[in-house]
């Protein structure tokens, strides 16, 4: 179970163009686009993973396995950088 780094800011970019998320304890912003700040928002204050999946192929059409994968790498990288902690 994952959830977002309690220091984490985020800043909107406008209207459905995605987030910035700014690290406060390393100083560190990332830009997500609207698919990758829905996954960040679903893992609110604690997720798993295959949750997040579930709600990623209701919200958007795609090959049920190739959404699987694409949320796993990117939950990877968003624990890597210090986006995503687990709950």
Same mark, same amino acid.
Do not use: W
């Given at each position: 179970?994952? %959830?977002?780094? &309690?220091?984490?800011? %985020? ?12 690290? /406060?304890? =390393? /100083? ?8 990758? +700040? *829905? &996954? ?14 579930? *709600? ?16 796993? =790498?990117?939950? +990877? ?11």
């Amino acid at each position: 179970m994952y %959830k977002l780094n &309690i220091n984490m800011e %985020k800043l909107p970019l406008g209207a459905d163009e995605g987030l910035v998320f700014f690290n /406060g304890s =390393t /100083g560190d912003t990332h830009v997500a686009d609207e698919i990758a +700040a *829905d &996954i960040l928002d679903c893992f609110g204050s604690g997720r798993e993973v295959d949750d997040v999946i579930s *709600d990623m192929l209701e919200r958007y059409d795609g090959d049920p396995e190739q959404v699987a994968a694409d949320v796993r =790498t990117f939950t +990877a990288k968003l624990v890597e950088k210090g986006l995503l902690v687990k709950a």
